[in-house]
């Protein structure tokens, strides 16, 4: 199996930038694909940013364009996420996602593996 560990998340003001972490541990060489997917209070959990391991284009929500940047540090299954102009509603429980042989980036049920999650509070 797989073990992720998010870190990086806060409090922070509107028009901040916070950087999240993933490190991840155990069977890391079935890891296909990995993303930031996030759950604001009452809302549904969506994809927010994504790549594929191998290489590729990243996927962006359209509500982050432009201010998220995804990468990865392939050496280490290691995940980042930098955020910048932060907004309030950014403000939600960031996850960190990992995903075997034949996943697809953006389809959430493809994703196995699973962090805990870490907060990010945007608010003056």
């Known amino acids: 199996h797989v073990q992720l560990v998010e870190s990086g998340g806060g409090l922070v003001q509107p028009g901040g930038s916070l950087r999240l972490s993933c490190a991840s541990s155990?069977?890391?060489?079935?890891?296909?694909?990995m993303a930031w997917f996030r759950q604001a209070p009452g809302k549904e959990r969506e994809a927010v940013a994504a790549?594929?391991?191998?290489?590729?284009?990243?996927f962006y929500a359209d509500s982050v364009k432009g201010r998220f940047t995804i990468s990865q540090d392939n050496a280490n299954y290691t995940l980042y996420m930098q955020m910048n102009s932060l907004k309030p509603e950014d403000t939600a429980m960031y996850y960190c996602?990992?995903?075997?042989?034949?996943?697809?980036?953006?389809?959430?049920?493809?994703?196995?593996?699973w962090g805990h999650g870490t907060q990010v509070t945007v608010s003056a």
């Open positions: 790549v594929y391991m191998g290489g590729s284009t990243p």
């Open positions: 996602a990992a995903g075997a042989l034949g996943c697809r980036r953006t389809e959430e049920p493809d994703y196995h593996y």
């Open positions: 155990g069977y890391t060489y079935l890891i296909t694909c």
